[in-house]
């Protein structure tokens, strides 16, 4: 029986450093590993490494098929050498630069591929690295991936409040909060002015602590948000949906390591990838779910990236209008959004 509920016991296990086995694949994840978990884990120190191809890319072990999907899983031969702290220099691509020296490391063949690939996405899911020392004992709780494909299923969510919410900009918005029953994550929709007959003025915008709490100008999420209130306000009818997919789909702390890669000269496209994460790994099927719920299977959409138009479309939502949503760069910013436009189709 698929368990949605029990794919949400997994996550919470491997960000406690606890194993669990997916099928018959048995999995600690490296980061929240220890010394003490991983010899009960594996006391003779034979498990192989799982990480992701974009990841095993770096350490020049996946060719060049495989490593334009860098999501997809790749299984390093456990050495002598590999260690947790060698795992973790394995795993992590801040730490190249400290830990130049590394390997040789050599890939070997999967017994199961599809349990591995679902692993990589549950670290995701997780907000960890994708990387996990395999083949142990101990597995707390044990699932399948159709179990992690029922956990992430937008339709799934639900509407569970609304009140008023005067905002700046916006003082006759109201606020709608959505969760699902197994998920951790709760998105709201701001819907500013009153319907009017007309498709409404819609954003996506996906959560950003840096920039639209901390201000920063890394990026133009901050500004984005507060335009776009005040654009929909302006349309007459609308709605931003707040969508809890922080570093497009990766998590706040993998964010803050595209950051640090970054600060070594990658871009944002390089430094995700480099992690093992997909370009842009948001789903945007919630978005689509979330307005069917608030009556809205036709809007205008605010953006400047068609892959919003594309995800919403799939997950049966008609886009009549894309309407660009243009600011100003700041110099902190330019080459972000240089890479937006030239590596993944923004249209400014």
Known sequence: MVSARDAARAIDAVRRGWPIAIGDLTLLAVE????ER?????PDGRGDVLV?????????????????NPDAPVLVERAPWIDLAGAVALA?????????????FRAVRFDNPGEAAAALKLARIAG???????????AVVQISPA????????????????ARLPVEGAEDAEIAAFRSPDGADE???????QPNGQPPLVRLHSECLTGDVLGSLKCDCGPQLQAAIRAIQASGWGILLYLRQEGRGIGLVNKLRAYALQD???????????LGFAVDARDFGVAAQMLRLLGQTHVRLLTNNPAKVTGLEAAGVTVVERVPHLLPANPHNERYLATKRDRTGHQF
Do not use: W
């Open 32 to 35: 929240t590993a220890d010394d």
């Open 128 to 138: 960890l690295l994708p990387a996990f020392f395999t083949g142990g004992v101990g």
């Open 147 to 162: 179990d992690i494909d029922a956990h992430e299923d937008p339709t799934r969510l639900r509407l569970a409040t609304r």
């Open 38 to 42: 991983l010899l009960a884990f594996d």
């Open 187 to 193: 998105h709201v929709a701001l819907l500013i002015g």
């Open 92 to 104: 992590d691509p801040q730490l190249d630069l400290a830990t130049p020296m590394k390997g040789p």
């Open 264 to 274: 070594q000269g990658f871009d944002t496209v390089d430094a995700n990838t480099r």
């Open 52 to 68: 992701s191809a974009g990841r095993a890319d770096t350490l020049r072990l996946t060719n060049q098929l495989a490593a334009a």
